[in-house]
């Protein structure tokens, strides 16, 4: 695995200190495509990759983690109530390959039919503190994050407003 630099950096004045805040590229060795997430995703993304790495999954990122809003409100000071992880560089959205098949959205979605591996899979990464999509109130099973705007709601929206 490997981390190189992305694309937006954001120079953070604070306490008479300039430090950078930035998004990475995380090349993963089961992840088929670069994703693009926040420093603080990182230990996530590694665990991701730990476990596939452990069950023989093959791991088909679907987008690039980091999103830009739609729409995004240049001037907001506070970010709107519509909450991502996307956003932030917190979240990634995959399919999974196990032996030989594809499991899409729909796949995943289902849970009891779903292999041994990949359910070791999603309890590992929730035993890691991840959040599963599958299990949100709109499920979105292909859909992982760390919960940020739960568990630091400020350091969601620091980031939020440094991001978009
Ligand atoms: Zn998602």
Redesign the pocket.
């Known amino acids: 695995m490997k981390r190189e630099n992305s694309f937006l950096l954001v120079l953070l004045f604070g306490n008479g200190l300039l430090s950078a805040q930035q998004l990475y590229e995380y090349s993963l060795d089961n992840f088929d495509k670069v994703v693009i997430a926040d420093e603080g995703f990182e230990t996530y993304l590694y665990t991701m990759d730990r476990l596939a790495a452990q069950y023989n999954l093959q791991i088909k990122v679907?987008?690039e983690g980091f999103r830009q809003a739609d729409s995004p409100v240049k001037a907001a000071i506070v970010p709107p109530s519509a909450t991502?992880?996307?956003l932030v560089g917190h979240?990634?959205?995959v399919n999974i390959v196990y032996n030989g098949t594809w499991y899409n959205s729909s796949a995943l979605g289902n849970y009891s039919s779903l292999p041994q591996a990949i359910k070791s899979f999603i309890t590992g990464c929730k035993n890691a503190g991840m959040r599963w999509?599958g299990e949100l109130s709109t499920p979105?099973p292909?859909?992982?994050?760390d919960g940020l705007h739960l568990r630091n709601k400020t350091q969601y929206d620091t980031l939020y407003l440094l991001y978009q």
């Open positions: 679907q987008g991502s992880n996307h979240a990634v959205d999509g979105d292909v859909h992982f994050d």
